[in-house]
Structures are given as structure tokens and as C-alpha cells.
């Protein structure tokens, strides 16, 4: 990721107008935590057409900074006993992952959660990825998928690699993962991550929709290209429509408050027992067929992120259709940053000027002080 080069006085609020001003962002809104207390800035809006601006409580598509929870709720059943990290695809989903080339005797769970598994992504199926790409998605838009579907577009590509290898980052893995979760424990994933995360964290805003098109509570309109490849693409509002195509893999809806709460207690030890803690955050080079985001290494659910100022940083970030966020913070917890953009054309570049301004050179002067 390049940095956007910026004055060593750039305040967080001033990256958030950079944001909107360079990259074309419909808006951006972000929170700031640590010990000196909480910052909530935004330029742009939630609805470009009646000039409603960006708020503190609104809830959005988080993408695939899903994978965190989801990864979270194994964690929290294998504390419980229900599973192991060892476990292999096979003792829980007999016969699922097998055939052309797959052997789910030889892919554990923690390969699917650290994507080291070598099973390829659905979503990059070319036949599945042009249905949700330009006018295609209109047609398609509220199309429900069941996860076993979706997993079996997955594995119709032969394994890109052996178990173990080499870093490929797949949806499918965390379909899989959750399938798991489901089989361990005789309920839906929906209802383990509320009863492990949800409830106990008390995020109120915090939910997996599934195929419920519309998002509940105030939220920001969701602006999309359809991910067409035009540069001059349309813009369209792409806010209601069915996200069980990422599920456990990127369909929660969140609000940067809830984020922060998550992250905090995940960075701080809070949510995890020791034991566990230190298997999330035990990392893996993202090097693989597939190039992934610059200077990063994977976890369970987490990557950390050696940012352009010397900062390593912590979290998980996401896009989908009109919405990118980014969710990251210090190892410690101590220091968070949630931010999101409700337009999905800027790239992750839309994000460096504020996390040069939390986590770089001067930052802790930066903004915080309730507000």
C-alpha cells in the first residue's frame, strides 16, 4: 500500500476530508480510541442526494472484516471443547471436500482460518463473479445462496496448492470454517456468534443478515460501480440486497462503535482465553499465487500490517458491494482506529491518509478527546 503523502500536522479530520476531496468518496466516517478517550470525524455524506452527513450510529456491510469474528467464534468453541485447530475438514464435513484433488483428510481447521489450505476462492469463479459484476447485478441482486453452494463453486477448481504451502486468501475457508462450527455444536452460526460475541460483548449494532436484503437501523446508503472494471463506470445505490454470498465470510453489518468494541477486546486479551489468544495471533506470510495487500502476515481472522510510518498494526479490514472498511489497531488494544467509506472505487488507498494520521509519526498528539 502506497501512503498518501501527507504533512506531519495532518489531523485525522483533515485525512477524512483528503479522503472524500481525492478519491471521490461519497463518505467516510471514523472512530478514534485510546487512553486519552474517543473521536468521531466525517466528511461527506450517508445520502448524496439529500446531504444527510455521516453519523457516529450508523450501521454498514463490514465485508470481510467478518472473517474476525468468525474466526473469534472458533477460537471461543475450541476453549469450549466442541473442536480443535487440528481437526481435519473431514472428521466434521465427511466427504464434503474431496474429489478433484481435494482431501479434506488433509486440510485442518486452522489452515482454513490462517488460508493456508490451497482451496480456491468461489467468489473468484469466473461464472458466479460475473452474475454480481455491472448490469448483472440487477438481475441477480436478491439471488439467496446456501453455504454448502457456494462451497462446492470452491471446490470445483483444483487445489491451488498442497495444505500447508503457501497463502491463498479464500472465502471458502471461512464457509467451511463455519460449517464446522455448525456441526460441533447442532446450531446455526448466526446463533453461536450472537451467543459467543454478540451478547457478550453487547454490540447492539452487530448482526448477520443473511438473506435479509435490507439493513436495519440507521445506516448510510451503500454506493457501488458493481465492481465493473469501467473507471468511468456509473455509480449506483447497491444498499439493499442479499449477502448470504459471504455469510460467515463477509456478511456482518457492524457500526464503528461495535468495531472498536470487538477489536478492543480481542487486541486486550478480553474476549479470548490465553491460549487461544496466542493461536489467533500467530501469523503466517501472506507470499502466494495470489498477490495480497503489501506488508502484511495472517493470523486467524487477523492480519497485522506494517504501515509506510514503521507502525505494525493490528485487525482485519473488508469490502463489498458500496461499502471498505477498515478496522485496525495497536497490539495492545490501546490505540484503535474504525473507519469506513460508503463507495467501493477508491481502493484500500482511500485509507492511508488516516492511518498515517492515528498511527504515524506525531499521531499521538493527534485527535482524540471526546467529541
Given at each position: 500500500?502506497?501512503?498518501?503523502?501527507?504533512?506531519?500536522?495532518?489531523?485525522?479530520?483533515?485525512?477524512?476530508?483528503?479522503?472524500?476531496?481525492?478519491?471521490?468518496?461519497?463518505?467516510?466516517?471514523?472512530?478514534?480510541?485510546?487512553?486519552?478517550?474517543?473521536?468521531?470525524?466525517?466528511?461527506?455524506?450517508?445520502?448524496?442526494?439529500?446531504?444527510?452527513?455521516?453519523?457516529?450510529?450508523?450501521?454498514?456491510?463490514?465485508?470481510?472484516?467478518t472473517k474476525a469474528f468468525t474466526a473469534a467464534v472458533v477460537l471461543l468453541l475450541a476453549a469450549?471443547?466442541?473442536?480443535?485447530?487440528?481437526?481435519?475438514?473431514?472428521?466434521?464435513?465427511?466427504?464434503?471436500?474431496?474429489?478433484?484433488?481435494?482431501?479434506?483428510?488433509?486440510?485442518?481447521?486452522?489452515?482454513?482460518?490462517?488460508?493456508?489450505?490451497?482451496i480456491f476462492n468461489y467468489g473468484n469463479d469466473p461464472e458466479f463473479f460475473a452474475k454480481g459484476?455491472?448490469?448483472?447485478?440487477?438481475?441477480?441482486?436478491?439471488?439467496?445462496?446456501?453455504?454448502?453452494?457456494?462451497?462446492?463453486?470452491?471446490?470445483?477448481?483444483?487445489?491451488?496448492?498442497?495444505?500447508?504451502?503457501?497463502?491463498?486468501?479464500?472465502?471458502?475457508?471461512?464457509?467451511?470454517?463455519?460449517?464446522?462450527?455448525?456441526?460441533?455444536?447442532?446450531?446455526?452460526?448466526?446463533?453461536?456468534?450472537?451467543?459467543?460475541?454478540?451478547?457478550?460483548?453487547?454490540?447492539?449494532?452487530?448482526?448477520?443478515?443473511?438473506?435479509?436484503?435490507?439493513?436495519?437501523?440507521?445506516?448510510?446508503?451503500?454506493?457501488?460501480?458493481?465492481?465493473?472494471?469501467?473507471?468511468?463506470?456509473?455509480?449506483?445505490?447497491?444498499?439493499?440486497?442479499?449477502?448470504?454470498?459471504?455469510?460467515?465470510?463477509?456478511?456482518?453489518?457492524?457500526?464503528?462503535?461495535?468495531?472498536q468494541c470487538f477489536f478492543r477486546a480481542l487486541l486486550g486479551a478480553d474476549l479470548l482465553p490465553?491460549?487461544?489468544?496466542?493461536?489467533?495471533?500467530?501469523?503466517?506470510?501472506?507470499?502466494?499465487?495470489?498477490?495480497?495487500?503489501?506488508?502484511?502476515?495472517?493470523?486467524?481472522?487477523?492480519?497485522?500490517?506494517?504501515?509506510?510510518?514503521?507502525?505494525?498494526?493490528?485487525?482485519?479490514?473488508?469490502?463489498?458491494?458500496?461499502?471498505?472498511?477498515?478496522?485496525?489497531?495497536?497490539?495492545?488494544?490501546?490505540?484503535?482506529?474504525?473507519?469506513?467509506?460508503?463507495?467501493?472505487?477508491?481502493?484500500?488507498?482511500?485509507?492511508?491518509?488516516?492511518?498515517?494520521?492515528?498511527?504515524?509519526?506525531?499521531?499521538?498528539?493527534?485527535?482524540?478527546?471526546?467529541?
Amino acid at each position: 500500500m502506497t501512503s498518501v503523502p501527507s504533512p506531519a500536522t495532518t489531523t485525522p479530520q483533515d485525512a477524512l476530508d483528503q479522503a472524500v476531496a481525492r478519491f471521490g468518496a461519497p463518505g467516510i466516517a471514523a472512530e478514534v480510541r485510546d487512553g486519552r478517550g474517543t473521536w468521531f470525524g466525517s466528511a461527506g455524506f450517508s445520502d448524496t442526494a439529500t446531504g444527510l452527513r455521516r453519523q457516529p450510529s450508523e450501521r454498514f456491510r463490514i465485508g470481510s472484516t467478518t472473517k474476525a469474528f468468525t474466526a473469534a467464534v472458533v477460537l471461543l468453541l475450541a476453549a469450549e471443547g466442541r473442536l480443535g485447530l487440528d481437526d481435519t475438514v473431514e472428521r466434521w464435513l465427511p466427504g464434503l471436500v474431496a474429489g478433484n484433488g481435494h482431501d479434506g483428510r488433509t486440510v485442518t481447521l486452522r489452515q482454513l482460518l490462517d488460508h493456508t489450505s490451497g482451496i480456491f476462492n468461489y467468489g473468484n469463479d469466473p461464472e458466479f463473479f460475473a452474475k454480481g459484476v455491472g448490469e448483472a447485478w440487477f438481475r441477480h441482486r436478491f439471488d439467496s445462496h446456501a453455504p454448502e453452494e457456494l462451497v462446492r463453486i470452491g471446490l470445483a477448481t483444483p487445489p491451488l496448492f498442497a495444505p500447508g504451502e503457501a497463502f491463498l486468501y479464500s472465502n471458502t475457508n471461512y464457509f467451511l470454517a463455519a460449517l464446522i462450527a455448525e456441526r460441533a455444536t447442532g446450531r446455526t452460526f448466526a446463533q453461536e456468534l450472537d451467543r459467543l460475541v454478540v451478547r457478550p460483548l453487547g454490540l447492539a449494532g452487530t448482526s448477520l443478515p443473511g438473506a435479509r436484503a435490507h439493513i436495519e437501523g440507521p445506516h448510510p446508503l451503500h454506493y457501488s460501480t458493481l465492481f465493473s472494471g469501467d473507471a468511468a463506470a456509473a455509480v449506483h445505490d447497491a444498499t439493499v440486497m442479499d449477502q448470504s454470498f459471504a455469510w460467515a465470510a463477509g456478511g456482518i453489518v457492524s457500526t464503528l462503535g461495535d468495531l472498536q468494541c470487538f477489536f478492543r477486546a480481542l487486541l486486550g486479551a478480553d474476549l479470548l482465553p490465553a491460549a487461544e489468544q496466542r493461536e489467533m495471533f500467530t501469523t503466517v506470510g501472506t507470499a502466494g499465487p495470489v498477490p495480497w495487500i503489501p506488508g502484511t502476515r495472517y493470523g486467524l481472522g487477523v492480519f497485522s500490517q506494517d504501515l509506510p510510518c514503521g507502525t505494525t498494526v493490528w485487525g482485519n479490514a473488508g469490502a463489498t458491494y458500496g461499502s471498505w472498511t477498515y478496522a485496525v489497531g495497536s497490539r495492545d488494544g490501546g490505540r484503535l482506529l474504525t473507519v469506513q467509506v460508503n463507495g467501493d472505487w477508491s481502493g484500500l488507498g482511500v485509507f492511508d491518509g488516516v492511518l498515517d494520521a492515528v498511527f504515524g509519526r506525531g499521531a499521538a498528539g493527534g485527535e482524540p478527546s471526546r467529541g
